[in-house]
């Protein structure tokens, strides 16, 4: 079974530059989340996806980032302008079914470095 | 609302020793618990879990029990390798909302 795939791995970007981060979950998984982590501690929810429908994105600085996911598979995350603050990495993740019971799959992540 | 809290590393222990990460959480209801792990250079990975009361969750040797009267969740293994030097991750997933909530993370080097 194919793991959650995202890309890039790395980004390198200057502030006030905008970028964007993609993520495919496993096929067949109904949520989709996008992660935030910053050196140091634990991943912080950004948003949450049911389908192609937003359950959570209390979270989100909608100001700034922006998520959406098409037809309810793939997603993109993007950051514009990006701030220095915004260096982490990020990280999507995929489970089965919206329970909190189930577990969730990560990808690798992409690592955001703002300078 | 919800959080959670792991002790705080590095952790530093010699391979064969006793490891306890603890971990306590606060939440309303009755959530489920989770250690995830991360090795280096890989993605994080559900180590193992717990969804109710007095549950034990089990895999590769490390153990946890979902104690509801100390809201806690340690972590432990009786004789760590090598190969567990990772950073591990206490989660708690609120039923109430279906959201996954992370403690900071606990750093674990083993030395051989």
């Known amino acids: 079974e194919a793991g959650v795939a995202q890309s890039p791995r790395y980004k390198i970007i200057e502030k006030r530059q905008s970028v964007a981060f993609w993520c495919n979950p496993i096929s067949g998984h109904a949520t989709l989340y996008w992660y935030q982590q910053i050196l140091g501690q634990g991943p912080k929810l950004l948003i949450q996806?049911?389908?192609?429908?937003?359950?959570?994105d209390s979270q989100l600085p909608k100001d700034r980032f922006s998520a959406e996911r098409l037809k309810g598979v793939d997603s993109t995350l993007k950051i514009q302008p990006a701030k220095l603050e915004d260096s982490a990495v990020y990280l999507c993740?995929?489970?089965?079914?919206?329970?909190?019971?189930?577990?969730?799959?990560f990808g690798q992540g992409t690592r955001l470095t703002v300078v | 609302g919800d959080s959670v809290t792991q002790m705080e590393g590095p952790v530093t222990l010699s391979e064969e020793a006793f490891l306890t990460i603890n971990c306590t959480y606060t939440?309303?209801?009755?959530?489920?618990l989770f250690w995830y792990v991360q090795y280096p250079g890989e993605g994080l990975q559900l180590l193992l879990k717990a969804t109710k009361a007095d549950d034990k969750g089990s895999n590769k040797g490390f153990e946890a029990t979902y104690r509801k009267e100390t809201t806690s969740f340690h972590l432990e293994k009786g004789s760590v390798q090598v190969s567990d030097s990772a950073v591990y991750f206490c989660?708690?997933?609120?039923?109430?909302?279906?959201?996954?909530?992370f403690g900071k993370g606990t750093r674990l080097h083993i030395l051989p």
């Open positions: 996806f049911q389908n192609n429908g937003v359950v959570d």
């Open positions: 939440a309303t209801g009755y959530p489920s």
């Open positions: 993740a995929s489970s089965l079914v919206r329970t909190a019971n189930t577990e969730a799959f």
């Open positions: 989660a708690l997933g609120a039923n109430r909302d279906d959201k996954i909530i």
